[in-house]
């Protein structure tokens, strides 16, 4: 008897209708909103500014992210999806920060200097095989740039000593939220999305069902959070088309007006936590 090939399966098809039926309306739109940003990302810029070439980066991450988001829904993994929900906060901010202030896009730009050097320092300490491996030459160029770029990320107490900040800019994240009016979404999805991301006794919570067992995790898939991720994940992919569209002074298509008819009307009847 000839084998037969296994067939392999990645999620929980089961809930592939299941989750569909229950947003139809959101899966209705999904594509005009992909086929926008996609039509904004992919066009041919030229020339291209600095924060418009950062701009496009986060704008892509967004658009990878929601597509992961949206996956992980549709097998029943919403708690997954809601972690993806945090970075896409983060892209959104990031990209409307820049926008309104592109003066700042160069402190974006060489903190790489800053992570690359400390990922460095970690490779000889920690796997001292592995950087004996790297070429000298690129060993050297980053102590250059990280030397270059330090003193941009520094500041003086008021003791005149120098300090070195943790972070690419001045204003933390809940600061930045609150210049490009994202304060709202910071409010609603970061706290609860950072506890499912660092798995505090808060973010085990909102994995907890008592009635399946009061001693264990409740084991997905099941809708649970779906509809905030999925909510979510729409307001973040149409703010990041509207700061695409202002940075490139580019309308979408389709445009804006009817995208964001279309997030009102999808989730206006929907009570969101």
Known sequence: MPDVPMRIVFGHPEMWDKVHHQYHDFFTVLPKLQDALNGLVNAAY?????????????????????VELVTLVGNGLAQGGMKIL????????????????????????????????????????????????LAPKDIAESEKEYNRVKPRFEYE????????????????????????????????TYSLTSDLLHGSVAGMV?????????????VPPSLKWSKEALFGGHAMALRMADTFSKAFGVESNPPYAELEGDYKTVWAKKEIA
């Open 46 to 66: 030229d020339p291209i500014t600095r924060p418009q070439r950062a701009i496009l980066g986060l704008a892509s991450l967004s658009m990878i992210s929601m």
């Open 86 to 133: 945090r970075s896409m906060l983060e892209y959104g901010i990031n990209a409307e920060y820049l926008r309104r202030n592109p003066e700042e896009v160069d402190a974006f730009i060489e903190w790489y200097w800053i992570g690359h050097y400390k990922e460095l320092n970690y490779m000889r300490d920690h796997m001292p095989a592995a950087y004996a491996r």
């Open 157 to 188: 107490t008021r003791a005149g000593k120098r300090k070195f900040r943790n972070r690419w800019c001045r204003p933390d994240l809940p600061e930045r939220a609150k210049r490009t009016d994202f304060t709202v979404y910071y409010d609603r």
């Open 206 to 218: 909102l994995h907890y069902e008592p009635k399946e067992d009061p001693d264990r995790l409740a």
